[in-house]
């Protein structure tokens, strides 16, 4: 009786945690009451670096990647957005006919939903692992007009390079079987910082087995990165990309640039490893 009170007891402080709006092990930041697929809000597009903008929308992100050979596309958005990468390109003085490479983190429609568009625009090779072209082609959450034909196969390891940027590939399963994240240089002046993009940064099943591979991912990404000053992710409430772009806009000579914080990547991974730890630990009792 007394275990059950103090569970109850738990269950009624989270429940008023969450109502307050107090972040707790599993909010990665504040998520817009908008943000969901079907009632998402397109925003401007808006410089980060030198080389790299946001054409994302309040739910899923989209980013280009500028090289001195053209442009790289990382997720392209989905149904009545994917149009937005286009026009967002061209709002931003950049031609979507330069688009070399779309790289498309996993294979879900909200980010390759664009791809086939983009690509029959500029011709460009789309990337993606062996995994999440297999999740895409079986039409998963998707629509059979969206199904790009199988190009680029990305391994863990490889590398891309176009002008004299390149970007590194990892696979790093859990989200789905095949998340694709990356590293690349970006610039503001003459300084020089490495980004990472975590394709997947959270589990949306519940199957011990999908949390397992993500805490592995996690953990070795905690382990052979070093270094990171940008934490990038797939959508945007998972770093705090709109708030960071809030903090951006205001930004003051000498102030140094919201989106650098190389300890906020490592608690980044920190919160998702113990998050994802804890609900292991619940889907595996519930199985009990």
């Known amino acids: ?85 286009v026009e967002a390109l061209q709002q931003l003085g950049l031609n979507p006919r330069d688009i070399k490479y779309v790289l498309v983190t996993h294979g879900h429609q909200d980010h390759f939903g664009g791809a086939k568009m983009l690509q029959g625009l500029s011709g460009a090779r789309v990337v993606m692992t062996d995994a999440d072209w297999t999740l895409m082609e079986r039409g998963n959450r998707g629509v059979p007009d969206s199904i790009v034909r199988r190009d680029i196969v990305a391994k863990d390891g490889d590398t891309l390079r176009l002008g004299a940027t390149t970007v590194k ?9 095949g998340v694709l994240s990356m590293e690349f240089p970006v610039h503001e002046g003459k300084n020089q910082y490495k980004a990472f993009l975590f394709g997947g940064a959270n589990v949306t099943s519940n199957r011990p087995e999908d949390f397992e ?27 705090g990309i709109l708030e960071r772009a ?21 608690s980044f991974l920190q919160e998702r490893l113990t998050d994802a730890q804890t609900r292991l630990a619940e889907a595996k009792k519930s199985k009990e």
Not at 213 to 239: C, E, Y
Not at 253 to 264: I, K, Y
Request: proline share 6%; with cysteine.
């Open 1 to 85: 009786m007394k275990r059950t009170s103090m569970w109850f007891f738990a269950l009624l402080l989270g429940l008023v945690i969450a109502s307050a709006g107090v972040p707790t092990a599993r909010s990665q930041g504040p998520r817009p009451a908008t943000a969901n697929g079907q009632n998402a809000k397109a925003i401007p597009p808006f410089k980060i670096f030198d080389d790299l903008y946001y054409l994302g929308i309040d739910y899923v992100c989209s980013y280009v990647l500028k090289t001195s050979d053209g442009l790289i596309i990382i997720d392209t958005l989905y149904g009545d957005f994917v149009n937005h990468t």
């Open 169 to 177: 590939f990892y696979v790093t399963p859990g989200h789905t079987a």
């Open 213 to 239: 591979m993500f805490i592995k991912s996690v953990q070795r990404l905690s382990g052979d990165l070093s270094g990171v000053d940008v934490n990038l992710t797939s959508h945007p409430w998972q770093a």
């Open 246 to 266: 809030e903090k951006l806009k205001s930004r003051k000579s000498g102030e140094n640039h919201p989106f650098v914080a190389p300890l906020d990547f490592k």
